[in-house]
Structure formats: structure tokens, C-alpha cells
């Protein structure tokens, strides 16, 4: 073990001292992380109570100085990658959300099985769990959910809260509280009362005692998520309730215990039915603006669709004026190549903090791409994306180029420069690419039907809801493409505040990435390029191929700096990703020419 002097050493505990000899181990399938064991020989530790009361650090030399163990936890990562100074952690809520079932499997997870859930005698893996846990810490991740959103109710049974906290007890020594997702129907749907209307005093003691019995186990358990009336999970329409009916009696449950409720705007198809879904969120929610209890958090994803490689914010963020509010980021590429293509997305969510100040919100979330698999996220690159997540959260004005170099630094440490250089461009470039390649100008949802993966700008399906084909998102005819979403169409744009709500709405000034989004666009337009519209969507499939044609190249050159096995594997993935631009471009190009080609003058 590697000696630290402790100075003061009564404010560092033994179990501190455990959790140092932690840091840096790699798993023992050999499976690598960014996590690093070149620690500096002569750490010294300092506990400062005038600091800040967070878990901030200040680095000097190798000093680390906190005023919690934490802090100097996090400082000590932060020696590791180099740091020097002062740093705060911006959000107090840094959350990892998991899509993982109890069976094992992840909803839109692309890195195998669950590190919670499903194994065999339904233990898991504590030295994984161990690694897991360190990884977040090193990035400053506080909190994780345990479980998907559309929850199981058995989630709530003695049995997996026995379960949730034994994996509690492990991820507390790392500093991260566990949540869980819960089902909003759980005292209907597990036989113990006849409903779950939110204001029935049965199913509130329901939840009192259940929030009781979890905090007995779990005395640090951070609270729920929820995702009701949304996608066929239950929730307070059910009863003809409001979403702030059914998120103050959770939050009345947790709240004698410091437990916060995260209730999702993820919402289309229930009330507003036939409406724009972009705009169902904000019509759904304004009504309650302000009705919410303060430790109810709304939390909504940073687009107002559903992650695709290119939105505009979403617009709730400016709606909701007295409701306090956490952003939801999707780290596991569910719309953006899933486990086979290299696309680092910091580039994807600094643009939304460029649109929605992170001091609008109290919390940031990310659903994870953790799993099973050696490499932990199905792509060693996508490694990158849960690294950024943890960063930004910690320090939203990092830029993604700072955190593209760390993490390279850290994880492909013996790229020489100006090798390292290209490996940085590459990241940098991949997430514009993947746009390119998938839907440039604004087109959106042209994915193949539930999987998400490929193209179907065909897509349509008679027996399903209109919003989830394709054909509903570009409106593709003869006269242009795009869905006119200004106010001589469905008026989404009157959802935005100024000056965004103005320029979006006019086609001469709306931003050419999001011409198609908010504009039915006609194929002959003249785009900034000078080129048509046509012609200029042809040129950046065809830029977006070329970008990976060139992803290729540079790892080809950085073959001499990696090691065989992960230049292997990443190389056979580049092929696939290659593969699939093309694929996106043959598909895209040859659909949309035969309307391009009839297209009549406006
Ligand atoms: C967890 C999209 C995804 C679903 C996901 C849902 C949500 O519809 O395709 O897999 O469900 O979003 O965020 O609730």
C-alpha cells in the first residue's frame, strides 16, 4: 500500500483509510477503467472545517485539504489527474440513473447484464460493485437509482430492500446514496390495498410505512424516482389526480427522513393526446408550476423528444418558474449508435448548458451504460461519456475538450502527443459526425421501430401511435421536408422564451441544425452553403461518412500507442460504425431523392 500522511489525523477515520487502498485496482477480469494507481508517494491529508460546506477540495503540491472525507476523496482523484487549487462541486445532486431490471437485463442498455440485478443466487459481484462505486467517485457521482424507471413493483418487498441494502452498504464507503425507481400503483399492484389513489389516507400510510421500512435499512437512502402516466406506467390520472397530488404524497412520505422525490416530465399520449408530443410536457406541467413540495425535484430530459443525437432544449426549463427542476441526460447511446459507435458526448451536452444555465437547476442525472461487460460500457470509448457525465456534473464549465483530454490522459495514457492530439479530435468531431450521418438539419426520430438502431424514414406503423413512426417527424412531400413546428404550424415555438422563441420561429433566422425540427422546409431553399436544401443534406451524409472514413485513419496511427487488445476491439466497432454511416446515408438519401426529385416551386 502506498503511504499517506495523515495530518490531523482524528478527522480521518479507518474506514477512509480502507477506502484509499481501494483506488486504482483494476477489476480481476482485467477489464480497464480511467481509474489510475500511480499515486503520488507523499500525500499528505488535511481536514479544514472553515471551508466551504461541501465536498469541495484544495489541492497544493501533493496537500489535499477538505473539509469532509469526501472532499478529500474527491481531491485525491483529483491529484490524480493532475489538479491543482480550489474546486466545488456545482450540483449537490450528481445521479446515476439505471435502466436495469430485476431480471438482469437493462432497457436500452448495450454493456451486458446488470452489476445489481439477476445473477445467480442473486448476489452480485461485490469487488465489480467496489469498482463501480470507485469510478464514480472519482468523477464526484453522489448518488445512483438502482432500478429502471418503468419499475417493478417488487423492487418494494422485504426482499429486494434487503437487497438494495446490502449494494447500499457497499456504495456508502464511495460516498454515493442509493435511490430507487418505484411504481406508482405499488400498494394496488402488490395485493395491499384495493387502489393507489394519492389521496386515499390508506395509500398514504402506505407509503409512510414503506418509506419508514426502507429507512430503518437504508438510514442514508436518498428517495424515488418516478416515471407515472407516461408509457403505460400508472400514475395519479389514474384517479383523476394531478402529477403534484402524486408527487406531494411521496414527498410527504420521504420527508420526515430528508428523502427528495424525482418526478419525470416525460410525458406524451395520456392527457394532451394528439397534440405535438414536443409540447405535451409543458402542457401537462404548467398547470402544477408552484404546487409542487420543495423536495419534489422535476426532472426532464435535455430535449423535449427523447434524446436523439440533435435537439433543441427543451423548453420546459423555461416554463417552469417555481418548480424546482434537475436535467436528464442519457449517457447510454440509445439513439446514438448503442454499443458500436464512438460518440463522446460532452460536445451533446455542453450545447444544452449553452441553452439552459446549469444554476436553473439543482441536480443533474444520467442514464447510465454500466453493465456487465469486461469493458464496462459496451465500447471503450463510451467509457468517455460516464466520465464526462460525472464531470460536467461536478463542474458544468469544463469544456469537452478538457475533459476529452483527461480522459485520454487517464485511460489511453501512453498515446504520445501529437498522436494524443488526434485521438482528441476524433472524440471532439464524433458527436457532429454521428449527426451528420443520422439527421442533419434538424430531421429527428427516423429510427427504426423500438430498437433504435438504423434508419426507417419510411417508418409507420398503422396499430401504433403516430409519434412513434418516423413519417410523423419529417412530414417528407414534394412540396419540402420538416415539420412546422412555427406558429403557422403547431406553434412549439411559442414554448421557448426570447430571444429563442422569435428566432425558431422564422426560417430565415432559425439555426440551420434545427431548420427541420421547427420548419417544413422546401427542397430548393438556399441553405448558408449557398447549396439547396437538398443539396446541402446530401453533403453532410455524405461529410459524416467521410468523418468516420477519417475516425478510422487516426486509429490506425494510434495502433503503436495501445495496447493490442483494446486497439482491436475498437477498431472491429469503427468498422461497424463505417458500416452503419453508409447504411444511415444510402437509406436517408435514397428515400428522401424521390421526393426531393418531384419537388414542385413553392
Ligand atoms: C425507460 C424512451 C425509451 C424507453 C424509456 C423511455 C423513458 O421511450 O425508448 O426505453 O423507458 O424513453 O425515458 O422513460
Redesign the pocket.
Known amino acids: 500500500m502506498t503511504p499517506l500522511y495523515i495530518w490531523r489525523g482524528w478527522g480521518v477515520s479507518l474506514l477512509f483509510l480502507f477506502m484509499w487502498t481501494g483506488i486504482g485496482l483494476h477489476a480481476e477480469d482485467g477489464s480497464r477503467l480511467w481509474l489510475r494507481c500511480d499515486m503520488p508517494k507523499d500525500i499528505t491529508l488535511k481536514i479544514d472545517s472553515t471551508m466551504p460546506d461541501d465536498d469541495g477540495y484544495r489541492i497544493s503540491g501533493h496537500t489535499v485539504t477538505a473539509r469532509t472525507q469526501m472532499g478529500l476523496l474527491y481531491g485525491r482523484y483529483a491529484l490524480l489527474r493532475g489538479e491543482q487549487g480550489e474546486s466545488h462541486p456545482f450540483f449537490k445532486l450528481r445521479i446515476l440513473n439505471h435502466?436495469d431490471n430485476l431480471d438482469g437485463s437493462i432497457?436500452?442498455g448495450y454493456a451486458g447484464q446488470s452489476i445489481f440485478w439477476g445473477m445467480e443466487n442473486d448476489r452480485f459481484d461485490p469487488a465489480r460493485l467496489r469498482y463501480y462505486a470507485q469510478a464514480c467517485a472519482s468523477v464526484g457521482i453522489n448518488g445512483t437509482v438502482l432500478n429502471?424507471?418503468?419499475a417493478s413493483p417488487a423492487i418494494l418487498t422485504r426482499a429486494y430492500i434487503n437487497k438494495v441494502k446490502a449494494i447500499a452498504d457497499v456504495l456508502r464507503t464511495y460516498g454515493i446514496r442509493v435511490y430507487l425507481s418505484v411504481n406508482f400503483a405499488s400498494p394496488k399492484a402488490l395485493g395491499q390495498l384495493p387502489t393507489a389513489d394519492p389521496l386515499d389516507k390508506r395509500v398514504q400510510r402506505w407509503w409512510k410505512r414503506k418509506a419508514d421500512e426502507l429507512y430503518k435499512a437504508i438510514p442514508d437512502f436518498g428517495g424515488f424516482l418516478v416515471?407515472a402516466n407516461?408509457?403505460g406506467?400508472p400514475g395519479p390520472f389514474d384517479y383523476g389526480r394531478s402529477h403534484a397530488d402524486g408527487a406531494n404524497m411521496l414527498a410527504d412520505a420521504l420527508r420526515p427522513h430528508g428523502g427528495i422525490v424525482m418526478w419525470?416530465s416525460?410525458v406524451y399520449g395520456a392527457r394532451h393526446k394528439g397534440e405535438d408530443r414536443v409540447m405535451q410536457a409543458v402542457s401537462e406541467f404548467l398547470p402544477c408550476d408552484g404546487q409542487f413540495r420543495d423536495n419534489v425535484i422535476l426532472q426532464s430530459?435535455n430535449g423535449p423528444l427523447?434524446?436523439q443525437p440533435r435537439e433543441p432544449y427543451a423548453p420546459i426549463f423555461d416554463q417552469m418558474k417555481d418548480t424546482k427542476q434537475m436535467a436528464?441526460l442519457q449517457i447510454t447511446q440509445?439513439y446514438l449508435g448503442q454499443g458500436n459507435h464512438l460518440v463522446f458526448l460532452a460536445p451533446m451536452w455542453k450545447e444544452f448548458f449553452s441553452y439552459v444555465s446549469p444554476s436553473r437547476l439543482v441536480g443533474i442525472a444520467g442514464?447510465a451504460n454500466v453493465g456487465d461487460d469486461s469493458n464496462w460500457c459496451g465500447h471503450h470509448f463510451a467509457q468517455a461519456n460516464w466520465y464526462a457525465f460525472g464531470r460536467l456534473a461536478w463542474n458544468p464549465s469544463l469544456t469537452a475538450r478538457q475533459i476529452a483530454d483527461e480522459w485520454l490522459n487517464q485511460t489511453f495514457d501512453s498515446i504520445p502527443a501529437p498522436a494524443h492530439d488526434n485521438a482528441l479530435s476524433l472524440m471532439l468531431r464524433s458527436r457532429e459526425a454521428c449527426v451528420d450521418y443520422m439527421m442533419p438539419l434538424g430531421l429527428h426520430h427516423i429510427f427504426k421501430f423500438?430498437h433504435?438502431y438504423g434508419p426507417e424514414p419510411d417508418g409507420f406503423k398503422a396499430d401504433y401511435p403516430l409519434e412513434w413512426c418516423p413519417v410523423y417527424y419529417h412530414q417528407a412531400d414534394s412540396a419540402g421536408v420538416g415539420f412546422n413546428r412555427s406558429t403557422s404550424g403547431t406553434g412549439a415555438t411559442q414554448q421557448y422564451r426570447e430571444p429563442y422563441r422569435s428566432q425558431y420561429d422564422h426560417l430565415g433566422t432559425c439555426p440551420e441544425r434545427y431548420l427541420l425540427w421547427f420548419h417544413h422546409v422546401p427542397w430548393t431553399y438556399r441553405t448558408l452553403s449557398g447549396r439547396t436544401l437538398w443539396e446541402e443534406m446530401q453533403h453532410r451524409y455524405q461529410r459524416g461518412v467521410d468523418e468516420v472514413a477519417d475516425f478510422q485513419r487516426i486509429w490506425q496511427q494510434l495502433k503503436p500507442y495501445v495496447d493490442e487488445q483494446r486497439w482491436h476491439e475498437v477498431e472491429q466497432k469503427l468498422q461497424v460504425q463505417l458500416r452503419d454511416a453508409q447504411e444511415w446515408q444510402q437509406v436517408c438519401i435514397g428515400y428522401f431523392s424521390k421526393f426531393a426529385q418531384r419537388s414542385v416551386e413553392p
Open positions: 435502466w432497457e436500452r429502471n424507471v418503468n416515471k407516461s408509457e406506467q419525470r416525460f430530459k427523447d434524446f436528464e440509445e442514464v423500438d433504435h
